[in-house]
C-alpha cells in the first residue's frame, strides 16, 4: 500500500528565506507526482507536476525534484514571501491505478 | 483553462435532510471526476472516483446508500448526501481529469463545499 509522508508537519520562518518541503513515498513504481498549494478553507491549486521519468519541474521560485529510486521529492521556494503561506500538499499516481495518493500536508508560515 | 467550480460552496442543512453538491468542469471535458472528503486539518480521503455514464466506484469504508454520487454528462458530477447527520459534516472537494490535453491522471481540484449538519 503506497503511503505519503510529509515533513515537516508545520514550518514558520521569516520573509526571504529560501526553504524545502520534503515529502516521501513508499512505493516507487508511481506515474507521477504534484505539487499542490491549499489555502485555509479553499480548494487545491496544482503547483507543479513531475513524471515519473522528470528529476525535476521549475515554475518562477519554486523547483520540484523528483528522486523515483528513493522514493522522495522536494518542493524548493526561493525568495518566500507572506503570500506563500498555506498547507503544501504532495500527491503520486501509482501505477495502474487513476487515484491520487495525498501526504498530511506541511502548514507554511512566512512571517513578515 | 482547467477550471473546476462546486456549488454551494456552503450548506448548512438540519439532521435527517439530502444534500446534493455539484462540481462542473466548466471549459474541458471529464470523463472521471473524483469525490473527496478533508477534516480539519487533515488531508484529503478519496472517497470515490465517478465515470461518466457508469455506477462509481467507492473505496473501501465509504457507504455508497449515503452518498450518491451521479456523472450523467463530460461536465457534471453530483454528490448527494442522503439523511445527512452531523458526522457528516465536513469539507467536499471535487477533482476532474481532463479527456484529452494533460498529463496522465492530471487532476483540477473544485474550491470545496463546507458543509455542516446541525
Known amino acids: 500500500k503506497q503511503e505519503v509522508t510529509q515533513i515537516p508537519a508545520a514550518l514558520s520562518v521569516p520573509e526571504g528565506e529560501n526553504l524545502v518541503l520534503n515529502c516521501s513515498f513508499t512505493?516507487?513504481?508511481?506515474?507521477?507526482l504534484q505539487w499542490f498549494r491549499q489555502d485555509p478553507g479553499k480548494g487545491l491549486t496544482s503547483l507543479l507536476l513531475?513524471?515519473?521519468?522528470?528529476r525535476e519541474q521549475t515554475s518562477g521560485r519554486l523547483n520540484a525534484s523528483l528522486d523515483k529510486s528513493s522514493g522522495r521529492s522536494t518542493l524548493y521556494i526561493a525568495a518566500s514571501q507572506p503570500g506563500d503561506s498555506a498547507t503544501y500538499l504532495c500527491?503520486?499516481?501509482?501505477?495502474?491505478?487513476?487515484?491520487?495518493?495525498f501526504g498530511q500536508g506541511t502548514r507554511l508560515t512566512i512571517n513578515p | 483553462g482547467a477550471v473546476v467550480s462546486q456549488h454551494p460552496s456552503w450548506v448548512i442543512c438540519k439532521s435527517g435532510t439530502s444534500v446534493k453538491i455539484e462540481c462542473r468542469s466548466l471549459?474541458?471535458?471529464?470523463?472521471?471526476m473524483f469525490w473527496y472528503r478533508q477534516f480539519p486539518k487533515q488531508s484529503l480521503m478519496l472517497m470515490a472516483t465517478?465515470?461518466?455514464?457508469?455506477?462509481?466506484?467507492?473505496e473501501q469504508g465509504v457507504e455508497k446508500d449515503k452518498f450518491l454520487i451521479n456523472h450523467a454528462s463530460l461536465t457534471l458530477s453530483t454528490l448527494t448526501v442522503t439523511s445527512a447527520h452531523p458526522e457528516d459534516s465536513s469539507f467536499y472537494i471535487c477533482?476532474?481529469?481532463?479527456?484529452?490535453?494533460?498529463?496522465?491522471?492530471?487532476?483540477?481540484f473544485g474550491p470545496g463545499t463546507r458543509l455542516t449538519v446541525l
Open positions: 513531475i513524471q515519473s521519468s522528470q
Open positions: 465517478s465515470n461518466e455514464g457508469s455506477k462509481a466506484t467507492y
Open positions: 512505493d516507487s513504481a508511481i506515474y507521477n
Open positions: 477533482s476532474a481529469r481532463p479527456l484529452a490535453g494533460a498529463s496522465y491522471n492530471e487532476q483540477f
Open positions: 500527491a503520486v499516481v501509482i501505477q495502474g491505478a487513476q487515484k491520487l495518493v
Open positions: 471549459d474541458f471535458q471529464a470523463t472521471t
